[in-house]
């Protein structure tokens, strides 16, 4: 177990290094640089710029420099914002982007099991087909067109009462949370249903539940025990990329609904080519993906006994 | 699913009241879990604000939106609009601009000019947030620490005016040697390169700010960094700010003019561009103001709000590209391309949006002259759009540059929705009258940037933004040493006129050099006009006062007020 710990964690050392040497070139090759304003500058000020932020040596020094500082935990100044370093940036926006990522994916996973175990259970009746023409909206309307109907609808509907029952837009209360947070999580929990629907009804048909039936178990005990259970496997499997893309791909929801959150930065940072932001939010995304895809696996072994780690 | 699928009711019947089970389980997990989010939610937003709504009669708030995060707050560094707009009500130079858009007063009570000289006598009951008073030096360490190379600030040129600043700021002479001295604590002297007719609306710049230099050199590095690494002198002062979520103003005791500020707070609770959103959080009655783009102008009519535009100074052109070899140096070509389209075209059938005005000169409407405005005294030259006479252009341009047929020319622009259909917008008048092929190289701003200054393009959509009240912040644009003339084009005539419109004081005589120079760009049609920006705005009925403008604050609250039913 320790020996297979380290052997993934080793992997996910070298993943990490990996994208951000991928980013980090990449970046710099773009036309551009995150100095040029609409204003043209002298050289004299651009050399001043330029020597504050260390352009002014060759790019492999740069990319030195970098990786010296990132294994420090230094991830440098931000260049739109320039009073900030990127690590602030980072520990002030991310908490904010779990926060509402954690509710998204909560609503997300018990919604996609029961809607799953439901449509499973009213296969081919009109619960089914409702449910399932439903997911299939889900899964094909982007989040953006969500977000917008979504507060419009908030909107018509605080006029039609005449009290703010819900924000339209802000942070800092749960009452702000739960429209972004739904439809944050609307895409992965039409996903989720469709693969928990499948999952079930390929178990309910299995030989396990048939011998349980057939030597008398209480139908409850089978319905928890041999088919929830087994069905979740797939969809645990899929969780841990949906909650690093749910707390990434946050960029439109955070902008609608204005929520102070990392997606923001993440996306902005590319627009303005903010070099320190890029790589910090970059590298701290992946390392954050190959985390919560080691997490799963571990997950894994413990629910279902079958599965062995080494 | 070949195989049958066993089923029988009890079976079934006992999984639902499972289920049910399950999900009431999964309802109680949720409450729970929400109940933890909330407490995360409060620790990482702050006080967002302990009022609800757009106004409150009652404590003189206000909520409004900022466009971004303020990306920099350090006066002497910052560059952005929205920065701008902040600093406007928390921070005041010597002089500023008032509500009707006139330089006036701010911590100076009096000044005077003399050729190169110009003393600012520093009014006795300036103070900053903290108390202490306002003092010259704290001019003179701000200008010199703007002109610091180590300080890598964009503005320094704006300080240029002044004696010896452009070498102190390349490093060629030590700061010491800059012309801006505190002879005591109440009077700033400062020696000028060459007597200039416009220093008044630079020092209004926030350049030009004041900075206290024993709190600059406490914070570390982190000056403006956050609320509380910053001292204020403006009407308002930052009491909260929490990164990407809200900005909170309030009323500074300290402000020499208690007069001024009728609001108590100025909440920024929403920190958002999306205009579907601001739009509604105005419908919610959750802000003050919100810009409307072309859309949203029928509901705004039908329900009646108090809508208003205003001009934000910008101009937008076509510029083309004068370096050698390029096509578009041939002036045939250019006048084919002008008398080709249309900017009122352009502006009333294509891009629909409310308050823009169509360009004909590189100097905006609303620019002062003399007495009048710019463009009333010296009206711009005009060639009305005319399809034959274009083709006859190209044919002779086609023979001058030996082409057999009309050539394939790139034009760069930005990728933001209005670039995108004004770039079309051309590609498809030249293809129409012409029978030119345009190809649109659309590209991020930064990229946009990167491939003018190397020249990579035959036109680029651009556009050109006011520093300070005066024509000269455009009419320098095209002489040969400016860098932002990003085309390269030379003329000596127009660098002449460009010299007198810096360096003399007699103010016919520069307004009628910045008219020819109107003259000149029209003549050797340098640009096409495209459009001056406008933003079209609705406002609470409550609140009046708010002041829109080109130079300063973008929008002022500072002058603002509540009214109330009573009234």
């Known amino acids: ?288 993906l190959v985390f919560m895809v080691i997490l799963v696996d571990l997950l894994y072994s413990w629910i279902d006994p079958r599965v062995r780690l080494q | 699913m070949s195989k049958p699928v066993v089923s029988d009711d009890n079976f079934d019947r006992a999984a639902r009241r499972q289920l049910i089970l399950y999900a009431m389980g999964a309802l109680a997990f949720l409450l729970v879990l929400m109940l933890g989010l909330s407490q995360a939610a409060r620790l990482t937003s702050g006080a967002v604000g302990t009022f609800n709504g757009a106004v409150d009669a009652d404590s003189k708030a206000i909520t409004i939106y900022l466009r971004d995060e303020p990306p920099l707050l350090d006066s002497m560094r910052s560059t952005d609009v929205v920065s701008g707009t902040v600093l406007g009500h928390v921070s005041e130079g010597l002089l500023r601009y008032d509500e009707r858009g006139e330089i006036t007063h701010g911590v100076a009570d009096h000044w005077q000019q003399d050729g190169t000289l110009v003393s600012f006598h520093i009014r006795d009951n300036a103070r900053w947030s903290n108390g202490e008073p306002i003092t010259a030096h704290d001019f003179e360490f701000a200008w010199k620490t703007a002109l610091d190379p180590a300080t890598g600030s964009q503005y320094a040129f704006i300080l240029y005016v002044i004696k010896n600043a452009k070498a102190a700021n390349q490093g060629q002479l030590p700061l010491s040697e800059v012309g801006v001295t505190a002879v005591d604590d109440h009077t700033l002297l400062v020696e000028l390169e060459t007597p200039i007719a416009y220093f008044d609306k630079l020092v209004a710049f926030p350049t030009y700010a004041p900075v206290q230099e024993a709190f600059y050199q406490r914070s570390n590095g982190r000056y403006a960094a956050d609320a509380d690494q910053m001292l204020y002198n403006g009407p308002f002062m930052i009491t909260s700010w929490v990164h990407g979520a809200s900005l909170r103003m309030e009323k500074n ?143 002779r341009a086609m023979t001058e540059l030996g082409l057999e047929r009309p050539p394939r020319l790139v034009m760069l622009s930005s990728d933001t929705p209005v670039a995108r259909i004004q770039a079309e917008y051309y590609q498809e008048v030249f293809r129409e009258v012409l029978g030119m092929e345009v190809l649109i190289d659309a590209q991020i701003f930064q990229q946009r940037l990167a491939k003018m200054s190397a020249g990579d393009f035959d036109m680029v959509l651009a556009g050109w933004g006011p520093d300070y009240n005066d024509p000269l912040t455009f009419a320098d644009l095209y002489a040969s040493w400016n860098l932002n003339n990003r085309g390269r084009y030379q003329n000596p005539a127009l660098d002449e006129l460009v010299r007198v419109g810096q360096s003399s004081l007699d103010p016919r005589e520069r307004m009628d050099a910045f008219g020819q120079i109107q003259r000149i760009l029209h003549e050797d049609v340098v640009q096409i006009g495209n459009y001056e920006r406008g933003i079209v705005y609705a406002t609470h009925p409550q609140l009046k006062g708010v002041v829109h403008r080109v130079f300063g604050a973008e929008i002022d609250y500072s002058y603002a007020w509540i009214e109330t039913e009573g009234e």
């Open chain 1, 1 to 288: 177990m320790a020996a297979y710990l380290f052997k993934r964690l080793l992997q996910g050392v070298i993943t990490v290094w990996f994208i951000a040497t991928a980013t980090f070139f990449a970046m710099h090759n773009v036309p551009g640089d995150p100095l040029s304003d609409q204003r043209a500058v002298s050289p004299a000020i651009r050399a001043n710029l330029e020597a504050r932020y260390g352009l002014d040596r060759p790019v492999h020094e740069q990319y030195l420099i970098y990786m010296g500082n990132m294994l420090k935990g230094d991830f440098g100044i931000s260049f739109t914002q320039q009073n900030r370093e990127v690590n602030d940036i980072i520990r002030e926006h991310f908490p904010v982007s779990a926060t509402l990522g954690i509710l998204a994916i909560t609503f997300a996973a018990l919604g996609g099991i029961l809607w799953g175990a439901l449509t499973a259970l009213y296969r081919n009746r009109l619960p089914d087909t409702v449910i399932m023409l439903l997911v299939i909206l889900g899964i094909s309307v982007p989040s953006f067109v969500f977000a917008a109907l979504g507060q419009l609808a908030l909107v018509n509907l605080n006029a039609f009462t005449g009290v703010s029952l819900l924000p339209v837009a802000g942070w800092g209360s749960i009452s702000h949370m739960l429209l972004p947070a739904l439809v944050l999580g609307l895409g992965t929990m039409a996903y989720l249903t469709r693969l928990m629907r499948s999952s079930m009804l390929e178990i309910i048909n299995s030989d396990y539940v048939r011998t349980a039936r057939a030597k008398g178990l209480p139908p409850a005990r089978i319905f928890a025990r041999h088919q929830l259970r087994n069905a979740i496997l797939p969809v645990i499997t899929v969780l841990g990329p949906a909650i690093a893309a749910i707390t990434t791909g946050g960029f439109v929801v955070e902008l609608v609904f204005a929520i102070p959150g990392l997606g923001r930065y993440f996306v902005q940072a590319v627009q303005q080519l903010d070099y320190t932001v890029i790589m910090g939010t970059t590298v701290f995304y992946g390392a954050f």
């Open chain 2, 253 to 395: 005791p300290y402000y020499w003019d208690a007069q001024r500020a009728r609001l108590n707070v100025i909440n920024a609770a929403y920190i958002t561009s999306d205009s579907n959103t601001l739009l509604n959080l105005f419908k919610d009655g959750q802000i003050v103001v919100a810009d409307l783009t072309a859309e949203m102008l029928e509901e705004a009519m039908q329900r009646r709000w108090q809508l208003d535009r205003f001009m934000d100074g910008s101009v937008f052109f076509m510029d083309f590209n004068f370096r050698e070899g390029r096509l578009t140096r041939n002036r045939n070509l250019r006048m084919a391309m002008h008398l080709a389209q249309d900017s009122a075209e352009l502006v009333n059938r294509v891009i629909k949006l409310p308050a823009y005005l169509p360009a004909y000169s590189l100097f905006p409407v609303w620019l002062d002259g003399i007495e009048k405005k710019f463009r009333e005294e010296y009206p711009a030259p005009r060639y009305p759009r005319n399809i034959p006479l274009a083709r006859e252009y190209l044919t």
